[in-house]
């Protein structure tokens, strides 16, 4: 399940949320349960990821979303 919020201008989502939307993890090559919240009105980063198979909590993330650099969309080209 996800979410996005818009304000009624449009634009940017401020708040985007996936709960156990399920990746695939090339490394191990199994599938993980990602939780993820990206609120860019509070300036927030959440993220869990749990492992599918042994349900062991591979990362987990709480910080400012300003400080969230270098992974996903983020990297640099």
Not at 2 to 13: E, I, N, S
Not at 45 to 53: F, K, R, S, T
């Amino acid at each position: 399940m996800g979410l996005k919020a818009r304000d009624v201008a449009g634009g940017r989502p401020f708040l985007e949320a996936v709960h156990d939307k399920l990746e695939w993890f090339r490394k191990l090559g199994r599938w993980h349960q990602v939780t993820r919240i990206v609120n860019r009105r509070d300036d927030e980063y959440h993220e869990v990821i749990v492992d599918g198979l042994t349900g062991e909590v591979v990362r987990e993330v709480h910080e400012p979303l300003s400080q969230h650099r270098g992974h996903g969309s983020a990297r640099s080209r």
